[in-house]
């Protein structure tokens, strides 16, 4: 089905480790997103991109990468872990930032 | 204090209820989102408004452009509507979406 992936859907990180997430689209969007959701409060934006080669930082950027060398791939990097981090992160994309947006299915990150 | 404001944070309903959910902004808007997050927590996209009405199903939403406001309107409830409704806009030349916190609905049998 079309539609935005997100791996891993589960991780548990020791404080200081790296490791990236990836969101994958079919959809040929040219805007994709990722946020954070922390309980008690909303979606927060960390960075996003509004074509292949740009990204933009958003709400709460600190701490986070990400890169977009395909249209269809975003990434998501951690490159020294914090309990802070610990979230359930997801990726998103939409074809013209006005429309509707489609969501991926959400990764839960554990820093230890 | 957040741009987006969602009342209630919580509603519990009976089977076959009206259901309500509020959403202000405080900024120029040129779109305002619903979605739905499920209990498993997955997040679907419901409407997209920049004026007036759309219907899907069970599911209206409306919004007043000069209020700075829209609901969610949800008839005939069913248990399987529970989900947090989340309410989200785009500011005017923005790219980005700034989000409510989330409503919770349970809807019991």
């Known amino acids: 089905n079309a539609g935005v992936t997100q791996t891993p859907k589960f991780r548990v990180l020791k404080t200081g480790q790296s490791m990236t997430l990836l969101c994958a689209q079919d959809m040929n969007h040219e805007y994709m997103y990722w946020y954070r959701q922390d309980p008690g409060m909303g979606l927060r934006l960390i960075h996003y991109s509004v074509g292949e080669g740009t990204t933009a930082k958003g709400e709460v950027p600190d701490g986070y990468n990400v890169s977009r060398l395909k249209k269809q791939n975003f990434l998501l990097g951690l490159e020294s872990a914090a309990p802070s981090q610990t979230s359930v992160y997801f990726c998103a994309s939409s074809d013209t930032g006005y429309y509707g947006y489609t969501f991926g299915s959400g990764t839960r990150l554990t820093v230890v | 204090k957040n741009e987006v404001e969602q009342s209630p944070q919580n509603l519990t309903a009976q089977e076959g209820e009206f259901i309500t959910i509020n959403c202000s902004y405080s900024?120029?808007?040129?779109?305002l989102h619903w979605l739905q997050q499920h209990p498993g927590g997955g997040i679907v996209s419901l409407f997209m408004l920049s004026s007036g009405k759309k219907k899907h199903g069970r599911l209206i939403a409306t919004i007043n452009i000069q209020e700075k406001h829209s609901s969610l309107h949800i008839t005939a409830s069913h248990p399987r509507d529970s989900a947090v409704y989340i309410c989200a806009v785009r500011g005017g030349g923005s790219e980005k979406l700034v989000f409510g916190k989330g409503t919770k609905l349970t809807v019991n049998p």
């Open positions: 900024v120029g808007i040129s779109a």
